[in-house]
């Protein structure tokens, strides 16, 4: 499955330099490691997210697409569905089949039809639209939900300044 994995996953990253898509950009953290990306997602406008650049790294299995890949944040971020270590909780990044707690449905978790832009667009919406039933940092889930323009949106916004002075080191 390796060789197939990698040459799907040059394909994809192929794909993503010829026709690039709004909002991230994609590329491999070390030129032969075509398993180890490190992708950047700006900010969309008209969220408190707005401007923000954050990086992360995108790390894929063995047996992709057969398994999700790894999503972690490495610049600061503020998110109910990012948890302190940086790592991101959706439903398309967790494993196939049933949830365990009866929470998502088979559907809604990791197929392998989706792809680097899918998950990267879901990531997109994901900090427009928190899911708050569903917190991997449960902090920011309650200043969320209790206070949204108050601490939570100042810890973002402390996030988005700080990412944006580090966007380029």
Sequence with gaps: MTEQSALLLRR???????????GFSAGLIEDEDIYHWEVVIIGSQDTIYEGGVFKAHLTFPRDYPLRPPKLRFITDIWHPNV??????CISILHEPGEDRFGYEQPGERWLPIHTVETILISVISMLADPNGDSPANV??????????????????????????ETAFE
Excluded: H, I, Y
């Design 12 to 22: 994809q990253l192929a794909e993503l330099n010829r026709n690039p898509v709004e």
């Design 83 to 88: 948890d302190k270590s940086g790592e991101v």
């Design 139 to 164: 902090d920011a889930a309650k200043e969320w939900r209790d206070d949204p323009n108050g601490e939570f949106k100042r810890k973002v916004t402390k996030c988005v300044r700080r990412s944006q």
